[in-house]
DNA sequence: GTTCAATAGTGTCTATAGGACACGAAATGA
DNA sequence: TCATTTCGTGTCCTATAGACACTATTGAAC
């Protein structure tokens, strides 16, 4: 939701009193934000990117990233435009999820928001603070905080999809670098599917796909026996199952 | 889409001039619009129903049903209106789509939309003009006419969504009565999977499904042997596989 | 340098779901 | 009564996926 997040237009005012947007004709209007669940792996937990909101409503609880929808920009590119100013982060694929519509989401106006969500590897692990947050961080989605808005909602709702999804399309690629060995996928798997996969299926399937490439080195993963690498063969995304991929 | 289709509150403009909303801090924001994509299956075509736009943008053309979400109502209920009161069809249930907010899909202003799409039996087939719109009709899918705005996009994508959904979920039995045979279902399915089907095939599968229960009757279709009627054990949309249940 | 701990890699059997496939039964209309 | 139309039924085959256990290779500890 994202009402006043934007604190750059959106300067302090009276609690309580309900403002709204206007249509060109001067009746009240809903006002368009978008939120964004950005997940990573870390620790074999699922997390979620969080951001400490310090204005009102809300003010002091844990929220997604997003903000209001400019004029001169689409949807996707207001969501990938708030994850890189309040998060400080830059995702190459976003997927719009669903849009929120209840009246009473945020307390003080009436505010529709699209929600996004998105995937980024382990690398990514360390967002800057933007302009607009001043603390971001990970959080496992098993163990949230009390979330502003129906953000909690969102999250959960974007969870279902990815699980979902990774049934069917190859979005786990997403959460690991380039190269990457089937331990690391089969545990990408196993987190956000919430339970144990059969090695030797596992490997079966994924190879059966005809998606993975091997480059013919080893990688050492702590201890134990070197694994080969495998790099994953997207066809420029096109088998995403949907989504946007943003070419930068 | 559907900039101006509430004539109600749409007075006549110059042309060309771009008219925005506003946010409270008088920054122009984009206006939020829903758009219904209603499917009915008639003469063994899976039809959509279309309106006449009266004014401009795209006066004259063919348009979904559809209008401005207002501020005291859910996009839910912004979509069952709009289709109440343009097509004159009340609906039991309804499904977001997706929301649509590329810059110029519609020319005259920014606007974002929140498409939904619903089924309809057969006998809602007449739907009335409603208080915006004029004409109202069923349109082959295969063959529509030039559509306003993005339109032929959502009709697109609705179709595609059916069909994915038809696929796991039973949602082929809000295009026909209570009470069905097995040769009305199968031909729902062959029309929205656009392949015909193999009786014996599908008949065990949908009967292992458990949620057909014969009604003992027996019903003339046509010429031919009478057919077993059986009835939609819906355990009050609960697997639908999502949406939104009208209660009324 | 031997042993231990950790991870990598490999094949078979079985159960289930789904596709292909053809004919007799019951009704209507000519 | 005959031709036409639709209803209703069972078997085989194939593909997919789940269950299941052992050897191989490396680093660390002793």
Request: net charge positive; no cysteine; hydrophobic share 45%.
């Amino acid at each position: 939701m994202s009402a006043e997040r934007s604190s750059r237009r959106s300067p302090p005012r009276a609690r309580g009193a309900r403002v709204e947007a206007f249509d060109p004709f001067g009746q009240p209007h809903p006002a368009v934000a978008v939120d964004v669940i950005l997940f990573t792996i870390a620790g074999r937990e699922l997390r979620v990117l969080l951001i400490d909101r310090q204005l009102p409503p809300f003010a002091g609880h844990k929220a997604l990233p997003g903000g209001f929808v400019r004029v001169d920009e689409s949807l996707d590119e207001a969501a990938a435009r708030e994850l890189e100013e309040e998060a400080g982060v830059r995702v190459r694929w976003l997927e719009q999820l669903y849009t929120f519509g209840a009246l009473e989401r945020d307390p003080a106006r009436r505010v529709i928001s699209v929600a996004y969500f998105a995937l980024i590897d382990a690398a990514g692990l360390a967002p800057r603070a933007g302009t607009d947050a001043t603390a971001v961080g990970w959080f496992d989605v098993r163990r949230l905080p009390k979330l502003a808005f129906d953000h909690a909602q969102m999250i959960a709702y974007a969870h279902e999809r990815l699980r979902y999804k990774t049934e069917y399309a190859p979005v786990a690629f997403q959460l690991l670098p380039n190269d990457l060995t089937l331990g690391q996928l089969q545990a990408v798997y196993e987190v956000i599917l919430g339970k144990p996969l059969d090695k030797r299926n596992f490997r079966r399937k994924v190879l059966g796909l005809d998606i993975l490439e091997p480059t013919g080195e080893l990688r050492q993963e702590g201890r134990g026996r070197p694994a080969a690498l495998y790099r994953f063969r997207a066809r420029r995304f096109a088998d995403l199952g949907g989504g946007v991929v943003l070419d930068f």
